[in-house]
């Protein structure tokens, strides 16, 4: 079984930073891709960044110059490095894994922009 867990989420203020991770453990192979994805109340969940296992990167145009998703291949771990935050940016933010033919996600974590 694979288990993603995340950290790095809280209350910020608009204009900072917060860096999310995302560290998978157990039976990890053939990681085919990490991604963001991001939840705001009301409203459905959308691709944030994802990173494929060729390093390629895509982001959703509302974050793209502000967040940088990187992974450590040794550590089975995705980040989210979130700059110059926005209200808008409010929301929960799930990795996932693309592993083999399966599919994992993370509990989430709360990242709240708010002055």
């Known amino acids: 079984q694979v288990q993603l867990v995340e950290s790095g989420g809280g209350l910020v203020q608009p204009g900072g930073s917060l860096r999310l991770s995302c560290a998978a453990s157990?039976?990890?192979?053939?990681?085919?891709?990490m991604g963001w994805y991001r939840q705001a109340p009301g409203k459905e969940r959308e691709l944030v960044a994802i990173?494929?296992?060729?390093?390629?990167?895509n982001y959703a145009d509302s974050v793209k110059g502000r967040f940088t998703i990187s992974r450590d291949n040794a550590k089975n771990t995705v980040y989210l490095q979130m700059n110059s935050l926005k209200p808008e940016d409010t929301a929960v933010y799930y990795c996932?894994?693309?592993?083999?033919?399966?599919?994992?996600w993370g509990q989430g974590t709360q990242v709240t922009v708010s002055s």
């Open positions: 996932n894994f693309g592993l083999g033919v399966y599919l994992y």
């Open positions: 157990g039976s990890i192979f053939s990681i085919n891709f």
């Open positions: 990173i494929t296992s060729g390093g390629s990167t």
